[in-house]
């Protein structure tokens, strides 16, 4: 069983950046997918950018060219580098784990995750 802790939300202006991070503790994270999501009021969670076990990527639309997700398999740490930053980016962000075992595509569905962080806020400012 993984806990997950993310930090680095905070308030910025548009235009500003924010980096994500999401530290991992019980297992290591070599072996699963990870992912992050957010979700807005009254919204599902949707995914942002999610890693593999092989460090392959896949973003959503609204994240591609802007962000750009990460691991550091020694630390336990996974990050998202948000460049760019829209109105439309604020909400709870959430960095989710599901073990893998093998190079797979993260699955971009949340269902699909058994691992979960408390969240971190980020509001971005016109």
């Known amino acids: 069983q993984v806990q997950l802790v993310e930090s680095g939300g905070g308030s910025v202006q548009a235009g500003g950046s924010l980096r994500l991070s999401c530290a991992a503790s019980g297992d290591t994270i070599s072996a699963y997918c990870m992912t992050w999501f957010r979700q807005f009021p009254g919204k599902e969670r949707e995914r942002v950018a999610g890693?593999?076990?092989?460090?392959?990527?896949n973003y959503a639309d609204s994240a591609k060219d802007r962000f750009t997700i990460s691991k550091d398999n020694h630390k336990n740490q996974l990050y998202l580098q948000m460049n760019s930053l829209k109105p439309m980016d604020t909400g709870m962000y959430y960095c989710?784990?599901?073990?893998?075992?093998?190079?797979?595509?993260?699955?971009?569905?949340?269902?699909?995750?058994?691992?979960w962080g408390q969240g971190t806020q980020v509001t971005i400012s016109s």
């Open positions: 989710a784990a599901q073990w893998c075992g093998v190079p797979t595509t993260p699955p971009s569905r949340a269902g699909n995750y058994a691992y």
């Open positions: 890693i593999g076990t092989d460090g392959t990527s």
